[in-house]
């Protein structure tokens, strides 16, 4: 009986240290670092992210052909 008590005990030490207060359950998009509730935010996100990484090298040799 002691030592379930021991166990237990130590069993919700170590939930709490591990940050399981941080789990959302299985939320779809729950570990994301945005929302995606908003459809069109989340469209503006996308545009944005992949517009920059597909963008800046054409940027940067139009810059360097103008440049003298």
Do not use: E
């Amino acid at each position: 009986m002691l030592s379930r008590q021991i166990v237990r005990n130590f069993m919700t030490t170590v939930a709490r240290r591990s940050g399981a207060d941080d789990f959302h359950g299985g939320v779809p998009g729950g570990n994301l670092p945005f929302g995606i509730n908003n459809r069109y935010k989340l469209t503006a996100y996308f545009i944005f992210f992949f517009g920059t990484g597909l963008g800046v090298p054409y940027l940067l040799v139009r810059h360097q052909l103008l440049k003298k």
